[in-house]
């Protein structure tokens, strides 16, 4: 099996994981964000939506058509921090297992795990 293969695998295996704890923190049903706000060319799309939706419909949507398309991952990810700081006001006993799943994201994407 070609190690590109594994690591594509093992990413939609971590979005699953992610997808599942946005859910039990209660941040999975946010609000479609608008064309002209998924356009935006700030960082997280922090002008123009809010984490979780920046999370949902773009992170994860980008991820899926990389995995789709069998494209060449990123080698680096640094997600979890802005996650810690968008997420203060949430639970933090939901909010960890959130915080960890894009963790391990970060690791699995930047070659540490």
Excluded at 85 to 94: M, V
Aim: glycine residues 4%.
């Amino acid at each position: 099996m070609k190690k590109a293969f594994s690591a594509h695998h093992v990413l939609a295996d971590l979005l699953m994981d992610l997808q599942m704890a946005m859910q039990d923190c209660g941040v999975w049903e946010c609000e479609i964000p608008s064309k002209e706000a998924v356009a935006s060319t700030e960082p997280f799309c922090v002008d123009s939506m809010s984490f979780e939706q920046w999370l949902r419909f773009v992170m994860i949507e980008r991820f899926k058509m990389m995995l789709a398309s069998g494209e060449t991952l990123p080698s680096r990810c640094h997600i979890s921090p802005m996650a810690e700081e968008a997420f203060k006001g949430k639970p933090q006993s939901k909010v960890r297992s959130l915080v960890a799943c894009l963790n391990r994201i970060d690791q699995h994407l930047s070659g540490a795990l």
